[in-house]
């Protein structure tokens, strides 16, 4: 543990656990090809930021009280040799470089090894086929040390414009604005309630532990899907929650209803057993839940657009 | 050994009726990757059910998107799995996979021959 490497690697675990506690899920640690204690630390370290930031951010602690916008996180704009002439100024706050530190400096050169590969192959791609605009997950290095993973728009500029032979690319990602909803958005008068401190009043949020319970009720649906699914109420007592917490937590956990989270695993089953085996589509519909196969061959098409048979 | 195939992240091929998949060195692993492993390993099981020995070991990273994938898509025709995990961050992915997969007897192993005894319970 003494050793400088190790020391350096806990900093680095200091660091995102650092920005974790602030509430900012989009950095990761650089992992070396170490398989050690630390390395395994460092693992979950990123696992749990990548899941912080999907999950808290999008899903599971969404506040249905507030407004979520899409804002623009990184913006450069590069040369037609792809050196950065300009960037916004979330590359400051995000990366930590000023501008001036990277004018002139190569695109490839915040980004990391995997990274710095797959733009050169993506800028490559751009450049011969002339696509106007692409997308690619990138991740950029920080002045700071730890590595910012995001999807990312190529827009390459046109002739016809001042800027031409030039490539813009940006980054967005989803914020809390500070105002809440609009009152159209708010269901039965139109108006916000109020609540005994003037704040609007919220729908009663699930506890963590609840939310366990739903988590498992989920994974329980999903080992049984073969199954006719039991009655709500007494699949939520089997779990220790009521049948209204059960309903409330399948929306905030996974955005849908039960009955439509057991469709959407019973298809994504029926989907891998139908496009990858020779199994008939008779016993497949057997072995996902549904009754008739002109059931499975109906929600299969309304969800992706093709019937079962039409990959056989 | 009968045909064996490689993709960018991992060979698989069937033994004794054993599917073999070895995970290849400092991979990361994202959904196309997990995606493709899954189609290669249908590929070999012809669609049965099958005991599956994975060598984990070589896995540097697994994002969740391939651990959402692997938890259901990667879980299905698979009747009991042995994970080779010899070391503290092969050891971290497998606990994360015991919680998020379907109910599919499995089991840690360090070394390949209790490994093999174990699946050997579920031929036929």
Known sequence: ?312 | MEKCIENDVSYLWMENDILYIHYKDNVDIFYEGARKVLEDRLLLQVGKACPVFCDIRGIKHIDSGARRFNALEGSLLIKALALICDTPLARTFSNLYLYDKLKVPTDLFTEETPALEFLKRYIK
């Open chain 1, 1 to 312: 543990m003494e050793r400088p490497e190790n020391k350096e690697r806990l900093k680095k675990i200091n660091q995102l656990l650092m920005e974790l506690a602030m509430g900012k899920f989009f950095k990761r640690i650089e992992r070396t090809d170490s398989k050690d204690e630390l390395e395994a630390i460092m693992a979950l370290a990123n696992l749990v930021a990548e899941d912080l930031n999907i999950n808290l951010s999008y899903r599971a602690h969404i506040d249905p009280d507030q407004s979520y916008s899409c804002t623009l996180q990184l913006f450069f704009v590069l040369n037609r040799l792809l050196k950065i002439e300009k960037t916004g100024s979330g590359v400051q706050k995000y990366l930590h470089f000023k501008e001036e530190e990277l004018l002139m400096t190569s695109f490839e050169s915040i980004l990391d090894p995997n990274s710095q590969k797959q733009w050169a192959k993506a800028a490559k791609e751009i450049a011969r086929t002339s696509r106007p605009e692409s997308t690619l997950w990138l991740t950029f290095r920080t002045n700071t040390g730890l590595l910012l993973p995001a999807f990312c728009s190529v827009i390459q500029l046109g002739v016809d414009t001042s800027l031409k032979g030039r490539y813009i690319i940006t980054t967005s990602h989803v914020i809390k604005t500070r105002h809440p909803v609009a009152a159209p958005f708010y269901e039965g008068s139109g108006q916000p309630k109020d609540g005994p401190k003037g704040r609007p009043m919220g729908r009663k949020r699930l506890y963590a532990p609840e939310k366990w319970k739903v988590r498992n009720t989920g994974k329980y649906i999903t080992d049984h899907m073969d199954r006719p699914l039991p009655k709500l109420k007494e699949l939520a007592h089997q779990f220790g929650i009521n049948e209204f917490k059960l309903k409330r937590g399948f929306k905030e956990l996974y955005g849908m209803t039960v009955f439509q989270y057991l469709k959407e695993q019973r298809l994504r089953k029926a989907h891998v057993l139908v496009k990858f085996t020779n199994i008939p589509i008779l016993t497949i519909t057997a072995m996902v839940g549904f009754k008739q196969p002109n059931h499975l061959s109906r929600e299969f098409k309304a969800k992706y657009g093709y019937r079962p048979t039409d990959l056989r």
